[in-house]
């Protein structure tokens, strides 16, 4: 299993398996695309991180992995569909049966936005939200390169933008429209001061209710 150690691991795959997918967790019964894959390893990168169980149905049942080729195109879509290049490790994993199962985890990325290739040419970037990966809001993206770009940011903060602090202490989100609203501006400057408030790590965006909004920062996550 391409020079992999195989160990053994029944009771701990019974475990992570019975939580189901989730946010850091995805099952692949096979893998077949290797930009499908690539769109996860996006998602997981963008966010807090995450693990593939490859070998495993949507229903948590073991299969096992059924072909070596799927480590290959997992590779492949983490250093050809990725941009940048995501560093990914595999974990091969017997069950009580004998079925393997590979793990491959996926760390938080060091640098937003990771993009994947799609096949019309362009390039996307992913979340992962609860058991699905969500293409990622452009404003998000665009909050994502200012802040790793490395351009110093002077932590003085304007009238609005001290109003959108306060209204973040009253609601805990809020969306764009709210915010040119409340401070009265367009959307053009609205969204560039919640992209300047990111990159300075007091605001953070989540997905509520099939939406991005925007919510006040948790110091411990960023």
Known sequence: MKDLNVIKGKFYLRKIIAEGE?????????ISDARKIARSISAFANNSGGRLLIGVKDNG??????????VYVVEQAAQLYCRPEQKIRFTAIKADDGAIVIRVDIDPADERPVLVSEPDGTWRA???????????SPL???????????????????????????????RD???????????MMSRRLA???IIRL????????RFIDRR???VAANPAEQ
């Open 140 to 170: 998000m993206v665009r909050a994502w390169r200012r802040k790793s770009d490395g351009t110093p940011t002077l932590f003085s903060l304007s009238d609005a933008e001290q109003k959108l602090i306060r209204a973040l202490e009253e």
């Open 212 to 214: 991005f909004c925007i």
């Open 61 to 70: 049942v073991i299969a096992g992995v059924r072909n070596e080729e799927d």
């Open 198 to 205: 990111y990159a300075m790590s007091v605001i953070d965006f």
């Open 173 to 183: 989100a809020l969306e764009v429209d709210d915010i040119m609203r409340g401070c």
């Open 191 to 193: 969204e560039e001061m």
């Open 126 to 136: 992913y979340y992962r939200v609860a058991d699905e990966n969500i293409a990622a």
């Open 22 to 30: 989730h946010e850091n967790q995805d099952f692949k019964f096979s």
